[in-house]
């Protein structure tokens, strides 16, 4: 009976290791799909940042600028992402925003667009040869 257990705790726990990794991957997804379904939508922002090919450190914050639609806390920008990588390390930053539909645009083919809120990011990257910033512009869309 001892070997049978073991047999099956050695079965079992691969088996429950890979449910967590697939539930951890899913997770994004599950939390899109439940804001829908509760009729709150959310969008997902992603925002890849790469860091200079340098020795050390580089330092790299991501702030979110506020719109009426997406508001922050103090009404400034606020801080998505800020951490110390490696140099050299390419990173991808994830922010879910309300996604709400702020007007329509109309395409070539006469066909009606929606048009939902998009926010900006500021991306900053430092390090000890030097750094950058840039505003990101997103632009938001329906899933198909």
């Known amino acids: 009976m001892g070997s049978v257990k073991k047999?099956?705790?050695?079965?079992?726990?691969?088996t429950m290791s890979g449910i967590a990794v697939a539930m951890a991957a899913n997770d994004e997804m599950s939390i899109l799909f439940n804001s829908?379904?509760?009729?709150?939508?959310?969008a997902l922002v992603?925002?890849?940042?790469?860091?200079?090919?340098a020795d050390?450190?580089?330092?790299?914050?991501?702030?979110?600028?506020?719109?009426?639609?997406?508001?922050?806390?103090n009404g400034t920008s606020?801080?998505?992402?800020?951490?110390?990588v490696r140099c050299g390390e390419a990173i991808?930053?994830?922010?879910?925003?309300?996604m709400v539909q702020v007007g329509m645009r109309d395409e070539r083919n006469g066909e009606a667009k929606p048009i939902f809120?998009?926010?900006e990011y500021a991306v900053?990257?430092?390090?000890?040869?030097?750094?950058?910033?840039?505003?990101?512009?997103t632009d938001v869309v329906k899933p198909p």
């Open 7 to 14: 047999l099956v705790l050695v079965l079992l726990l691969p």
């Open 78 to 84: 606020e801080v998505i992402y800020r951490e110390k």
């Open 46 to 53: 992603k925002i890849r940042v790469e860091t200079p090919k």
């Open 124 to 137: 900053v990257v430092i390090s000890k040869s030097g750094g950058f910033s840039r505003i990101i512009q």
């Open 56 to 73: 050390g450190v580089c330092f790299i914050a991501v702030h979110r600028f506020p719109t009426s639609y997406n508001p922050t806390k």
């Open 92 to 98: 991808v930053v994830k922010d879910f925003i309300k």
């Open 117 to 119: 809120d998009s926010p």
């Open 36 to 42: 829908w379904l509760e009729g709150k939508p959310l």
